[in-house]
């Protein structure tokens, strides 16, 4: 059994062509501009079995287009590694291509096996980078970006496709210094298919209302269209 959180039937921004997205429960994190904070409690939502979450999926795969297919994003979605083993196993015995949408946080804190297992039935890992500099990621996530490095260094050294994504914060990951940072790193990989620069957007808001936690970010505004397209 593993918890979720919701499902959505027609992804279209979370890997390629049209996607069915499993959010799963659970995230270590406390990234500053989060906007699925009703994610991060563990053992929250609806339980289901994989088998449940796979056939549910499935319903959709004529719609999968694109390049399209089955995407399980979270919360983290390696807090239930197993879990998700089992749903992309299913998967993959029907075609269906997978993408695994993570912070890579759980890196180094679950079994080496484990993870080679939920690799091999993974096509795509959507590697969401929050800060290069260490320091600044423990701001903005509570938590060192070293393990998620070393595991994007990992996936890297065993061939797996790899889009990274980069949330583009005012005041906060905005900064030339540190995009030439980041670019300098992924130059270094060798398995980057895409690299997605994500505006940050105040669309979670209403959850820390609704959940009566402060936002952290209040008053930060969106960056300018032309200044993502241009660090893109
Ligand atoms: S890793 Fe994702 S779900 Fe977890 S706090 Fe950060 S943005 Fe939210």
Redesign the pocket.
């Known amino acids: 059994m593993g918890y979720v959180h919701s499902f959505e039937s027609f992804g279209t921004v979370d890997g390629p062509g049209i996607r069915f997205v499993v959010f799963l429960q659970g ?1 270590p ?3 500053l ?2 906007h ?2 009703d ?2 409690t563990e053992r929250a939502g609806k339980s289901y079995t994989a088998e449940e979450v796979a056939a549910n999926a499935l319903k959709y795969k004529s719609y999968f287009t694109g390049g399209g297919g089955v995407t399980v994003s ?3 979605p390696m807090l239930q590694t197993e879990f998700v083993t089992e749903i992309f196993s299913i998967l993959k015995k029907n075609d269906v291509h997978t993408a695994l949408d993570t ?1 890579g ?1 759980m890196y180094g804190r679950i079994e080496k096996q484990k993870l080679d297992a939920l690799l091999d039935v993974t096509d795509l890992v959507l590697l ?1 980078i ?1 800060h290069i500099d260490d320091e600044r990621h423990r701001e903005l ?1 509570r938590h060192s970006n070293k393990g998620i490095l070393q595991f994007a260094k990992y996936l890297s050294d065993v061939g797996k496709d790899v889009w990274i994504r980069h949330v583009l914060v005012p005041g906060i990951t905005d900064d030339d210094v540190y995009l030439n940072r980041l670019a300098q790193f992924l130059s270094g990989l060798k398995n980057v298919k895409k690299v997605e620069v994500l505006p940050y957007h105040t669309m979670g808001e209403v959850k820390y209302a609704k959940l009566g936690i402060d936002y952290p970010l209040k008053g930060v505004m969106p960056p300018e269209k032309e200044r993502v397209i241009k660090t893109y």
Do not use: A, L, V
């Open positions: 995230c994190m406390r990234c501009y989060c699925n904070p994610t991060w979270g919360g983290e912070s946080i969401d929050k996530t």
